[in-house]
């Protein structure tokens, strides 16, 4: 049991989904999985907590409705194919939380929205709106039109982002790995999980290795470079394996799962 969640009330949550989590990529959806995410979710909402989903999967999506298996390389083409991918992407949240009586409001934004004070200031009035109304609010970057984000940090970096401007009390980052691991499990089978960080150091970010994908670009580096700007202002952050059954839930209550990382304020 961690104490820490026993001394902490988590009440503002953001769960990332990533793009692995829900699709292969070629034919096949993850809808087992988003069930899973979906009811874990409302069992949140219904004792009181505030809620935001940030999620992947649009590309994944649209390569799946395209029938390609290999994620291209242009830029044009994945651009394309969020475009294609993410309204069938919401319909599927929407016909799942529709299960649970929870109305969904879709959010697509870039990292330039948080720089801007004039846009940071309405894009925070909107989702803090959507949670007074209990409305989960669904977050995803702006594919059709964002580059950076897209090339390097498949929602790592805008969860970060949305984390600060919100100031949430926690950020769970759900893939398809168990955590920070001791060393990189493709070549080394004999790997542990490193279960709580006080600190990210230079020898932390030196186990970050990205894990071979081809369908998204998000790996342990880009969780950990987003992880520092949370834990720098005081917002912890679990890495957990979101194929597991009730992981989300399990995790605020103390379980130890994933990799914790601990507030440094």
Do not use: W
């Amino acid at each position: 049991m961690r104490s820490f969640f026993l001394n902490h009330k988590m009440e503002s949550i953001i769960i990332k989904v990533g793009t692995n989590l829900l699709t292969d990529g070629k034919d096949i959806i993850y809808y087992d999985i988003i069930e899973k995410i979906v009811k874990q979710i409302a069992e949140l909402k219904n004792a009181g907590k505030k809620v935001i989903l940030v999620s992947s999967g649009a590309i994944g999506c649209g390569m799946k409705i395209q029938k390609i298996k290999e994620r291209p390389s242009k830029l044009e083409q994945l651009q394309a194919l969020a475009a294609i991918g993410q309204p069938h992407l919401m319909s599927i949240y929407e016909k799942i939380f529709n299960k649970y009586n929870i109305k969904i409001g879709q959010i697509l934004m870039t990292k330039e929205d948080t720089k801007d004070s004039i846009r940071r200031t309405h894009l925070r009035n909107t989702i803090s709106e959507l949670i007074e109304l209990d409305i989960l609010p669904i977050i995803n970057e702006n594919d059709t039109v964002a580059v950076e984000e897209i090339t390097f940090g498949d929602n790592d970096t805008l969860t970060a982002l949305v984390g600060l401007l919100m100031f949430v009390d926690i950020v769970i980052f759900l893939s398809t790995i168990d955590g920070l691991c001791d060393c990189n499990p493709q070549k080394n089978p004999k790997f542990s999980i490193i279960h709580e960080v006080q600190k990210i150091t230079h020898e932390i970010e030196k186990l970050s290795q990205d894990f071979e994908s081809n369908l998204s670009i998000g790996g342990m580096k880009s969780k950990i470079n987003a992880t520092k700007k949370l834990i720098n202002v005081g917002i912890p952050v679990v890495i957990a394996n979101g194929t597991q059954d009730n992981v989300i839930i399990d995790i605020l209550k103390g379980k130890i799962i994933g990799t914790l990382f601990l507030p440094e304020k």
